[in-house]
């Protein structure tokens, strides 16, 4: 019983011990990978734990294709690989598994292996490799499908999933391997599904306008992903608001957008707004009365696409006045205006219903304009002192909008920026190639927003001043059409995206201080 009792008082709970991040490893293959002259019908592939076959259908392929697919089928730790269709003579087969081999417990996935053979006395050994980076930092781009099309059958692009592919790595890097002699086209893909097709506007896709002869080994092959501007324009989608906005969303940005109602010549003097990409669109009616309205997208007063947009008589909406500011921190940024943007259109502003004080004080003086042609930002003048603390408040019924409806109570607190706390950047940017344009952009923070963006069309002196502190990069685009803005590439047009270079070295604002870089732009951008 001592025993007993002593051996019970010692158990403890196990602990969990680490995750297991470890996929299956392969411990046997019959026959062996890299087989010549293989005459079977069958291929059995051991591992080292007990795993499961995910999305196989998708997932795997047999390079080249046979009339009948074979079968796969999991046997404890063993892979059973069936032929039901016999192989061709004097051929190399490649079974490339893609994601779907993963251990049971964590599903941790056997990425890019696969099994090759040839039913004759040669193996076809032929690669090539390269980098995927992305269009728009020139960073590596981890998962694309880097895949191949033999030129006699490009034509399955985008209509079917390729054979011969593989996925780059954290690094960019890519290699198909065990290829024939042969003429191919590259492309990658990113997507977010795994069909292995390029059959999405929101796809990244990449590829090279010459197609490669393959007779030696190939190295240094640079995709670059871009995501394609839609071929044909179409209005994604269309809703009604709660509170009456109709908004209008595009597969593609517009330059010069305008609507145009067709089914009701009567509507007076509606509000319209489109986003500063002219991908979007924003449409109040002053009298909301319609069953149904037919509305025209245009661009540069051409019909591009047409959508109905239908209401119960009986709906209602409720609205509620609010807006946004363009406050750093609670602070106005030195030099900068304070801007107030509202939800809703505005109809009018009662001045003598607005308070503002100052340090609890409250003063006057202070002026408010409509920033026309927007008819939701208005622009707050004030000679804002430092180190006073200021609120701004809206009394009940200060503001009015289209439909009349009245603010409750609303306010702001900030106060002014101190100049001291800003720098001041002047850069000298010099140009190589003195034929081409280009746009400097100044970029910020992990997302690479773009904080200001200059055209070059000749060596100049760029200044900023009162930038905020912070650590910003330089990203120059190769404007070879002189259009002012990035374009992409498109595979219909065999166009590649304009191309970017970044600026090596990393630009550190402090408060206080002028700063002064010199920026040679090259002649030539790396890939």
């Keep these: 019983m001592i025993l007993f009792n002593y051996g019970c008082a010692s158990l403890q709970t196990p602990d969990g011990g680490p995750r297991d991040t470890i996929p299956p490893k392969v411990e046997e293959e019959m026959p062996k990978n890299l087989s010549r002259n293989f005459r079977g ?175 030696k080994d190939i190295s240094n092959i640079s995709l670059k992903l871009f995501r394609q501007v839609a071929d044909k324009f179409r209005v994604l989608d269309r809703k009604l608001e709660k ?133 939701l930002k208005y622009q707050i003048d004030y000679p804002w002192k430092i180190k006073k603390r200021y609120t701004l408040s809206f009394n009940e019924g200060a503001i009015k909008d289209i439909y009349g409806t009245e603010n409750k109570a609303l306010k702001l607190d900030f106060e002014l920026d101190e100049i001291e706390n800003y720098g001041n950047l002047s850069l000298n940017v010099m140009k190589e190639d003195s034929l081409k344009n280009y746009i400097v952009q100044l970029m910020v923070g992990k997302e690479n927003t773009i904080y200001k963006e200059f055209i070059i069309t000749q060596n100049s002196t760029v200044n900023i001043n009162n930038i905020p502190t912070n650590t910003y990069k330089v990203r120059v685009i190769e404007d070879l059409n002189s259009n002012g803005k990035f374009d992409t590439g498109s595979i219909k047009q065999k166009t590649q995206p304009e191309k970017v270079w970044f600026w090596d070295k990393d630009i550190v604002t402090r408060a206080n201080w002028d700063r002064e870089e010199k920026i040679i732009i090259p002649k030539i951008f790396p890939d």
């Design 243 to 375: 509170d009456g906005k109709i908004d209008f969303f595009f597969n593609t940005p517009l330059s010069n957008p305008s609507l145009k109602f067709i089914s009701d010549n009567n509507i007076k003097n509606p509000i319209i707004d489109f986003s500063s990409k002219g991908d979007t669109a924003h449409l109040w009616l002053r009298e909301i009365a319609f069953d149904s309205l037919k509305v025209s997208i245009n661009n540069d007063d051409k019909p591009l696409d047409t959508v109905t947009l239908r209401r119960s008589l009986k709906d209602t909406y409720n609205r509620v006045i609010l807006f946004n500011n363009n406050l750093s921190g609670g602070k106005i940024v030195p030099g900068r205006p304070l801007t107030l943007t509202f939800n809703l259109p505005i109809e009018n502003i009662d001045v003598s219903k607005i308070v503002l004080t100052e340090d609890s004080i409250q003063r006057s003086g202070l002026t408010i304009k409509k920033l026309i042609p927007s008819e």
């Design 41 to 215: 019908k069958q291929i059995e592939i051991t591992f080292d734990e007990f795993f499961k076959l995910s999305n196989e259908y998708q997932e795997i392929t047999l390079s080249p294709e046979t009339e009948i697919a074979p079968t796969y089928k999991v046997k404890k730790k063993t892979l059973e690989i069936t032929f039901k269709d016999s192989l061709e003579v004097n051929t190399t087969y490649s079974i490339k598994f893609g994601k779907a081999i993963q251990d049971v417990n964590e599903s941790n996935t056997l990425k890019n292996y696969s099994f090759v053979f040839a039913t004759g006395p040669k193996l076809d050994s032929l690669q090539i490799s390269g980098k995927v980076i992305s269009s728009q930092d020139n960073q590596p781009v981890l998962d694309a499908t880097v895949f191949l099309f033999p030129i006699n059958k490009d034509t399955l692009f985008g209509k079917k999933k390729p054979t011969i592919y593989t996925s780059s790595d954290s690094s960019g890097n890519f290699t198909l391997k065990n290829l024939r002699e042969d003429t191919y086209r590259i492309y990658a893909l990113k997507e977010a599904g795994a069909d292995r097709i390029y059959n999405s506007p929101n796809e990244d896709i990449a590829y090279l306008k010459d197609s490669i002869v393959l007779s």
